[in-house]
Structures are given as structure tokens and as C-alpha cells.
């Protein structure tokens, strides 16, 4: 099984890992807690996707997530809970090209897999997931549900919902953040 370093700790990681909004945002948005854990992370994850040992997937749903985050986080947080449904768009649109130029370093350098998401499929995994972990948030069940159809044993993030999940998912997870 493939190992990362997170400071001291060694942390076992499977074959075929998610890569969750949180890791993401952190990974990218410099002003993040994590952001030099995700970053030496990813740097692990690439070197051993180069090697064929594993296997980075996201989501559309991770995308569109992370672009919420990215804006806010871009525009100030205080700032942000202050604006009406109408401003958050247009600071939307405003931060849209750089947003999109991430999402197009993710999808073009070949090093990352794009789940297919299938509503149908989803939603049948979606009610197996959900049912027995009624804690997790909708996007985490619903991002466990993916990471269950694409086969994927492990889910990197540092959401809390994702500790509790059942083992018998067969998805771990690996936590990199403070929380």
C-alpha cells in the first residue's frame, strides 16, 4: 500500500484516492491552514501517480464546490457572508476565468481522473451511503457515493463528516488538516 509523509506521521493511502473540496481548496488557495500540508501532499500523490501506484480522481461536483470556496475565499470571507444572492454572483463571474483555468490545469494534465457521474447510478449508491451514515452533509454522501462507484479506497480530506464512515464502504480516509 502507498505512503505519504505528513510531518512525522506516515499515512498509509490505497490505490485509487478521491480527492475531496477541502484538500482541493487547500491545495490551492495559499491563505488556507492546510494549504502547505495539501501541498506536500499532492506533491507525494503526483510522484506516485507517475509511478502507477495510484490513481487521483475528482468529481464535477468537487469542481463546483471548490469555485464556490475559491470566491469567497478570494473575496474575504467577512465580505462574502455580508453580500445579497445577486453580488455573490457577480463576485462569482469577476473570479469565473481564474476559476476556470484551475479546473483546467486539473482536467488537461492527464494526471487526473474525472468521475462520470451518472444520476441514476449515483442516486442507488447514494441511498446505500446515506442510509447507514445519516451524519455525513449531502455533498459529503454524495461525494462518498461517488468515490464508492469509481471504486476508490480512500478519500483524502479533512471533513469531519467523513470519519465515521463505515468500514465496511471499504473506503478510508486520510485526514491532512488541523481539524
Known sequence: MPKVQLGRKTLLVGQCLFLD??????????????????????????????KGQVELWLSPIVFGETWWAMAQLLHGRSRWEALNPDDRKAVFRQHQSALEAMTQEFTDSGLFQIAAV???DIAQTLALVVQPHPSLLPWDAYHTAVAERIGADTIVSKDRDFRDLDPALGIRVVSFGKT
Do not use: C, I
Open 21 to 50: 473540496t477541502s484538500f482541493l481548496v487547500s491545495y490551492r488557495v495559499p491563505q488556507e491552514s492546510d494549504h502547505a500540508r495539501a501541498k506536500a501532499m499532492m506533491a507525494q500523490f503526483l510522484r506516485l501517480q507517475q
Open 118 to 120: 451518472e444520476s441514476d
